[in-house]
Structures are given as structure tokens and as C-alpha cells.
């Protein structure tokens, strides 16, 4: 079949390769900045180029775009877009871009999914792009109707023909709940972390914790802040949560309270081995 990926930079030029490398599907793609188009067409990343014609010949399109270009985008081609064509977003946030596509695809009589392909790296664009960055990794969807399973299975096949180890099928709602935990939170405490005065001497004094807590501190500030402004209300009460925990030690280690210290570490501790154990925590 063919297919139309929206947005060329490392996540959707990585889309485009994997289709290419394990597929023998045909693969068009439009990046805004002509030059980026240009290059995925010369180095055969993409086999030509999506455009106000070329869309309604694409089966599945997906967009690896900021939320607010996925929508513009996709409002602006809604009616170019064939009947029956599965539309699916690669954004980081899924409530508001859901909410503003599902009417859009009922309109115009396509089908809209939010997903979230969980894989990435802290180097963006095009030249980083790897046809195997989504080998084991899992993808999050959000499909407006979880009862349709033809549709499930066939959209999971796709996903799974590039590499996707597993496929989590979830609500708008709860994906952003989530991710506001397990990614940015993370990229918020990393990105702080590393303004200590510190971080500047850390050489020959740090080795896998350092390494570990500030990989996600370099990232693409553009990016990552709209995705937090468009989830603040469930990352303001994340950080709210984290602060609140750091309090306690801090507390602890003012009053120099080594039983409450010890006690919130054990806790730590032993709450990350339940997680992390096949039954998770209750």
C-alpha cells in the first residue's frame, strides 16, 4: 500500500525508513522545510512526496509533528484525505490533538487514531533517523472506538511489521495522566537537575547515577515546551508530588532524623522493587 508520513525529523524519518527497510510498502513524505524533503527523496528515505494530490493515495498517513501542526495540518488537508484512510499522530500528548481530529475524521469520513511510539533518542532530525529505532519498543494508541478489533489488529500488524515489540491500547485521558509521570517529569528533574553550580565540575567525580538522571536534560526546548504546556495540569501535579517527597528528605536531613531518613529511603527502595516485579504494585 502506500504510505504518507508527515513531519521528517528523527521520528518520522525513522517511520519512513522502517517501512522501507521491512516493508514493501511505498513510503511518500512532506517535511515543511523543503530542504529536509529534498534529502529523504535523495537518499531514497521516502519514494516521493506527499502533497495537496499525492495524499489521497495514502492508505495510512502518519504524522510526526508538533500537536498544534498535527491539527493544523490536518484541518487544512482534511478534505483531500480519502475516505477510509487511518490517519495516526506520533505526538507526545493525546487529549487535545484527539479531541480537535476525531470531529475532522467524522467529517470527512477518514479514521483518526492517537499514538505515541514510545522510542526516541536526545539527538533530533533527519540524519539521526534509523530504520530499527522502534525494534522492541511499544506503541501507545488511542482509537476513539477500542471495540473495533478488525480495526485493531490490522492497525497493529502495521505497526508491528517495523519493528514494534507490543501495541498499548488506552484512553486520550489516561495516556497524558501517564506521561506526565514516566516522561515529563523525567525530562523536567533531569533539565533542572543539571543548573547546579555542580554539574560544572562533575568530570572524574560522577559515573553511571549522573549519566543515568541527566541523558534526557538536552532536548528541544520548542518542542517540549508545548507538549507541557498542552498537559500542565497533569505535570503541575507531578511536580507538586515530587516536591512534596524531596520536602521530606530534605526535612530529614535538616533535622538530622536518621530513622525518617532511613525510613523514606527503605521505602524508595522497596516501592521500586514491587513496580518493578512481574506482578507491578497495586
Same mark, same amino acid.
Given at each position: 500500500?502506500?504510505?504518507?508520513?508527515?513531519?521528517?525529523?528523527?521520528?518520522?524519518?525513522? =517511520?519512513?525508513?522502517?517501512? /522501507?527497510?521491512?516493508?514493501?510498502?511505498?513510503? =511518500?513524505?512532506?517535511?515543511?522545510?523543503?530542504?529536509?524533503?529534498?534529502?529523504?527523496?535523495?537518499?531514497?528515505?521516502?519514494?516521493? &512526496?506527499?502533497? $495537496? $494530490?499525492?495524499?489521497?493515495?495514502?492508505?495510512?498517513?502518519?504524522?510526526?509533528?508538533?500537536?498544534?501542526?498535527?491539527?493544523?495540518?490536518?484541518?487544512?488537508?482534511?478534505? /483531500?484525505?480519502?475516505?477510509?484512510? &487511518?490517519?495516526?499522530?506520533?505526538?507526545?500528548?493525546?487529549?487535545?490533538?484527539?479531541?480537535?481530529?476525531?470531529?475532522?475524521?467524522?467529517?470527512?469520513?477518514?479514521?483518526?487514531?492517537?499514538?505515541?511510539?514510545?522510542?526516541?533518542?536526545?539527538?533530533?532530525?533527519?540524519?539521526?533517523?534509523?530504520?530499527?529505532?522502534?525494534? !522492541?519498543?511499544?506503541?501507545?494508541?488511542?482509537?476513539?472506538?477500542?471495540?473495533?478489533?478488525?480495526?485493531?489488529?490490522?492497525?497493529?500488524?502495521?505497526? /508491528?511489521?517495523?519493528?514494534?515489540?507490543?501495541?498499548?491500547?488506552?484512553?486520550?485521558? /489516561?495516556?497524558?495522566?501517564?506521561?506526565?509521570?514516566?516522561?515529563?517529569?523525567?525530562?523536567?528533574?533531569?533539565?533542572?537537575?543539571?543548573?547546579?553550580?555542580?554539574?560544572?565540575?562533575?568530570?572524574?567525580?560522577?559515573?553511571?547515577?549522573?549519566?543515568?538522571?541527566?541523558? &534526557?536534560?538536552?532536548?528541544?526546548?520548542?518542542?517540549?515546551?508545548? =507538549?507541557?504546556?498542552?498537559?500542565?495540569?497533569?505535570? &503541575?501535579?507531578?511536580?507538586?508530588?515530587?516536591?512534596?517527597?524531596?520536602?521530606?528528605?530534605?526535612?530529614?536531613?535538616?533535622?538530622?532524623?536518621?530513622?525518617?531518613?532511613?525510613?523514606?529511603?527503605?521505602?524508595?527502595?522497596?516501592?521500586?522493587?514491587?513496580?518493578?516485579?512481574?506482578? !507491578?504494585?497495586?
Amino acid at each position: 500500500m502506500t504510505i504518507g508520513i508527515i513531519g521528517l525529523g528523527l521520528i518520522g524519518g525513522s =517511520l519512513a525508513k522502517a517501512f /522501507k527497510k521491512h516493508t514493501d510498502h511505498r513510503v =511518500l513524505g512532506y517535511d515543511r522545510d523543503k530542504a529536509i524533503t529534498q534529502y529523504a527523496q535523495l537518499t531514497d528515505t521516502i519514494d516521493g &512526496v506527499v502533497d $495537496a $494530490a499525492s495524499i489521497a493515495q495514502c492508505e495510512l498517513i502518519l504524522l510526526a509533528v508538533y500537536p498544534r501542526a498535527t491539527v493544523a495540518y490536518l484541518s487544512e488537508m482534511a478534505g /483531500k484525505i480519502a475516505p477510509g484512510t &487511518v490517519v495516526i499522530d506520533c505526538g507526545g500528548i493525546k487529549r487535545s490533538i484527539c479531541e480537535q481530529c476525531r470531529p475532522l475524521a467524522k467529517e470527512h469520513g477518514w479514521i483518526f487514531i492517537g499514538g505515541h511510539p514510545m522510542a526516541g533518542l536526545h539527538h533530533s532530525g533527519i540524519k539521526y533517523a534509523n530504520a530499527d529505532l522502534y525494534a !522492541g519498543a511499544s506503541m501507545i494508541l488511542t482509537p476513539e472506538n477500542t471495540e473495533d478489533i478488525a480495526l485493531l489488529e490490522k492497525v497493529t500488524g502495521w505497526i /508491528k511489521s517495523i519493528g514494534f515489540a507490543s501495541v498499548t491500547v488506552t484512553t486520550p485521558e /489516561k495516556h497524558d495522566e501517564i506521561i506526565a509521570f514516566t516522561s515529563q517529569l523525567a525530562h523536567v528533574v533531569s533539565n533542572a537537575y543539571v543548573k547546579s553550580p555542580r554539574a560544572k565540575v562533575h568530570r572524574g567525580f560522577s559515573a553511571g547515577s549522573y549519566r543515568d538522571l541527566t541523558r &534526557v536534560a538536552r532536548l528541544n526546548e520548542t518542542m517540549w515546551a508545548e =507538549l507541557f504546556l498542552e498537559n500542565r495540569e497533569n505535570l &503541575v501535579a507531578e511536580i507538586e508530588h515530587i516536591v512534596r517527597s524531596l520536602k521530606e528528605y530534605q526535612t530529614a536531613l535538616e533535622q538530622g532524623d536518621a530513622e525518617t531518613l532511613k525510613a523514606l529511603l527503605k521505602d524508595g527502595s522497596d516501592r521500586k522493587e514491587r513496580i518493578d516485579s512481574p506482578y !507491578g504494585e497495586d
